[in-house]
């Protein structure tokens, strides 16, 4: 129980400053990634920056060595994530390049430039092992991330850039909802395509190159991913998709750094994108629109529509029903008596049902109608689309055909 | 000299090759279907396997995690496809969705779990132990011929070896199904093969590929391996037969290549130790791509030579 009180100080942020300015920079790290992911899942490019993420790592190395060479400490932040910007941009404009010059697809181009750049990277790891004697250059952590024994500076610096990546992302909404819904119509308006994809990557190069030490390069991508699918759940609109992403994200990241802190052994960038798959989860279930459960119960309801509507006409035309859910939903419904025989509103509704039969056949027959008989799945009531007297007429035709066949 | 040579650097080299081989075999049928993710996505999913049948041997040995590795893959196989129906979501988001929180589930059962005992650990599971594979009983080339000492040998080298041959019976046996539901899935569901048992089948293949390759060479060979090679020699060529040809030849160079460069490189430049060679082979075979991307005959659309010529 230890733990959870830890974990519920850590949430309320009376944990100490550190963890206090780690979790809240978890968050903002979240947000922004949440943000920009959701254009990326939009756009269709996921993966991609699943390439700039592991293509990072050459550019640690890199950075790590030349820092030491210079003859400073080598374990800057600042200077490895500058190091990991500038290779995780090289292996973007190449993903770029192989993609347009060659015949070889986006996924190919994705898949070669991730594993030649960390394949180097993890060349270069065992240089710098090899180099400082043993000693641990600590570069390890970049891989999964690490918030134990992250420095307070390197904190602030992380939720600073954080924030800023975040108000980046909504200053360029505007675009690149255009260039992600309909590139050709963006271009037309004066949007350069091109460059808002590469503006919309840079985003998401720099969410990455942020969280490396939060949530590690082989896991970033999660958070830029996961938040954005699980919004899609929730809302068919740009503007609101962006903002849930972006909830989704801040929330993990903050929560995931809060129980790291609180339990000695739960890594905090796995915690993260566990905590964001929990989410998606749920909304993958539960959302009311696109969820698997709102899914089902459409798909009950209209079952237990067609079959009422079909053992109304059955009974209207007294022929004997055998299929057992068609009676069940009758009897629930109150149009039979548990013995099998109508009731009284049963006899109504089923004679109203074979009217409305007759109705939509005459309706149907009558060209100007046409657009109001196309609405009808066979299930829909004739008084919602017609109006009373186009009803009537409709009665007054069918008695007259009635008056003229006895 | 050879008699060092032997016992160290014969075997990882053996290892190493036979890896490549066997990932970049289906690695090409997987580039062609535009699948060429998948090799990164399986690899990932290896790690929570692991775990998992170290949890439940509490040893680390290979046929257990064989088998944990194989369920997982079958797990994110499912989760992908149930994902991508239930919530209809583009097969590339879904598996990013899923590889990610299946490696970080690993991730967090590993460090939960008590491996202080046993080697294993996420980077073993990344970089693989491709230097530890030594063949103890070698005294020279003269035992390659003796049965004792062979029976030295790392099981590795037997296992990919069956790995290898097995797949190659099901590329030689199902060539043609395989070659027309690439290349043309309509015509040949018209034709009456079973488009999608293919496509699994392949898949199924090159998971078992990359769980045999993982515990020899870690993952980052086996996504290279997937994807390098099999990318290289279609710049090469428009003839299947000789895309493949060339993959096989690509990813054994690469292997061979890089683990010399790994091992007797820094030596050469004066170092004293020897750097990653999982990481130099994936570094050769990007370095073999790159040339293929710069001058291959086939490189791009238009300079690709017209069939039948």
Redo the contacts between chains.
């Keep these: 129980m230890e733990g959870l009180s830890l974990f519920l100080q850590a949430l309320t942020l009376q944990a100490g400053y550190n963890a206090a300015v780690v979790a809240i920079g978890a968050g903002l790290l979240g947000l922004a990634a949440g943000g920009a992911g959701a254009f990326i899942?939009l756009r269709?490019r996921?993966?991609v920056s699943?390439a700039v993420s592991h293509a990072t790592l050459p550019g640690v190395g890199l950075a790590f060595l030349l820092m030491v060479a210079l003859g400073g400490d080598g374990r800057s932040l600042a200077g490895l994530i500058l190091g990991s910007a500038v290779s995780a941009g090289i292996g973007l404009v190449l993903v770029d390049w192989?993609t347009r010059?060659?015949?070889?697809?986006e996924?190919?181009a994705?898949?070669?430039i991730?594993?030649?750049?960390?394949?180097?990277?993890?060349?270069l790891?065992?240089?710098i092992?090899?180099t400082s004697g043993g000693r641990q250059a600590g570069l390890?952590s970049f891989?999964?991330g690490s918030t134990a024994g992250m420095l307070f500076d390197e904190a602030v610096m992380i939720a600073v850039a954080g924030g800023i990546t975040a108000a980046l992302v909504f200053a360029m909404r505007r675009p690149m909802t255009l260039v992600a819904f309909d590139p050709e119509f963006a271009a037309a308006n004066g949007v350069h395509v091109q460059r808002t994809d590469l503006a919309m990557m840079g985003l998401a190069l720099l969410v990455t190159v942020i969280g490396l030490k939060v949530v590690g390069l082989?896991?970033i991508?999660?958070l830029l991913?996961?938040p954005?699918?699980a919004a899609?759940?929730w809302t068919e609109r740009v503007g609101r998709m962006i903002w849930i992403a972006s909830l989704i994200g801040g929330l993990s990241g903050f929560c995931g750094a809060a129980l790291s802190s609180a339990f000695v052994?739960?890594?905090a960038?796995?915690?993260i994108?566990?905590l964001?798959?929990a989410l998606?989860t749920f909304s993958?279930l539960f959302s009311p629109g696109?969820g698997?459960f709102a899914a089902l119960i459409a798909r009950r309801r209209f079952q237990h529509r067609v079959h009422i509507r079909q053992g109304l006409l059955s009974m209207a035309r007294e022929e004997p029903i055998y299929d057992g859910l068609t009676l069940s939903v009758l009897r629930r419904g109150g149009y039979l008596n548990p013995d099998g025989t109508p009731t009284v509103n049963g006899r109504a509704a089923a004679a109203k049902a074979v009217l409305d039969e007759a109705r939509w056949k005459v309706a149907r027959s009558r060209r100007q109608l046409d657009r109001e008989t196309g609405a009808d799945d066979g299930l829909t009531r004739i008084e919602t689309v017609l109006t009373p007297d186009q009803i009537a007429d409709i009665d007054a035709q069918l008695a007259l055909k009635k008056g003229g066949v006895s | 000299m050879s008699a060092e040579f032997v016992q160290l650097s014969l075997t990882p080299m053996i290892v190493g090759v036979l890896a490549a081989i066997a990932c970049a075999l289906p690695g090409n049928f997987l580039l062609l279907r535009r699948q060429a993710l998948i090799g990164d996505a399986i690899s990932h999913v290896v790690l929570p396997g692991i775990v998992v049948a170290f949890l439940v041997t509490g040893t680390v040995t290979a046929w257990p995690m064989m088998i944990g590795a194989g369920l997982a893959a079958l797990v994110s196989v499912a989760m992908i496809e149930g994902i991508k129906r239930l919530g209809r979501i583009e097969p590339g988001a879904a598996m990013g969705v899923v590889f990610t929180t299946l490696f970080a589930a690993g991730v967090v059962l590993l460090e939960q779990s008590d491996t202080s005992g046993v080697h294993l650990d996420v980077e073993h599971a990344l970089y693989g132990n491709l230097e530890s594979l030594i063949w103890f009983d070698a005294e020279g080339w003269a035992s390659l011929l003796d049965p004792v000492a062979l029976a030295g040998l790392p099981p590795q080298i037997l296992r990919l070896a069956v790995i290898l041959v097995l797949t190659l019976a099901l590329l030689g046996l199902f060539w043609k199904e395989l070659a027309i539901s690439t290349f043309d899935p309509g015509f040949a569901q018209a034709v009456g093969i079973p488009v999608r048992a293919i496509g699994f089948g392949l898949v199924m293949a090159a998971a078992i590929a990359a769980v045999a390759s993982f515990d020899a060479v870690g993952s980052i060979i086996v996504i290279a391996m997937f994807v390098c090679p099999p990318a290289a020699a279609r710049l090469m060529t428009n003839s299947l037969g000789h895309q493949i040809g060339w993959s096989v030849f690509f990813a054994a160079s690469a292997a061979i290549v890089g683990y010399i460069a790994a091992g007797y490189g820094p030596i050469w430049l004066g170092g004293v130790h020897a750097v990653s060679a999982a990481g130099m082979i994936a570094t050769v075979s990007g370095l073999i791509l790159a040339l293929c991307a710069l001058f291959g005959p086939a490189r791009n659309r238009l300079s690709a030579p017209s069939e039948g010529q």
């Design positions: 899942f269709k996921a993966l699943d192989i010059k060659t015949r070889l697809g996924d190919a994705i898949g070669a991730l594993s030649v750049f960390f394949g180097a990277g993890i060349v790891l065992t240089v092992q090899n390890e891989l999964l082989i896991l991508i999660a991913i996961i954005a699918v899609r759940f052994a739960l890594p960038g796995p915690m994108v566990l964001c798959f998606f993958l696109r698997a």
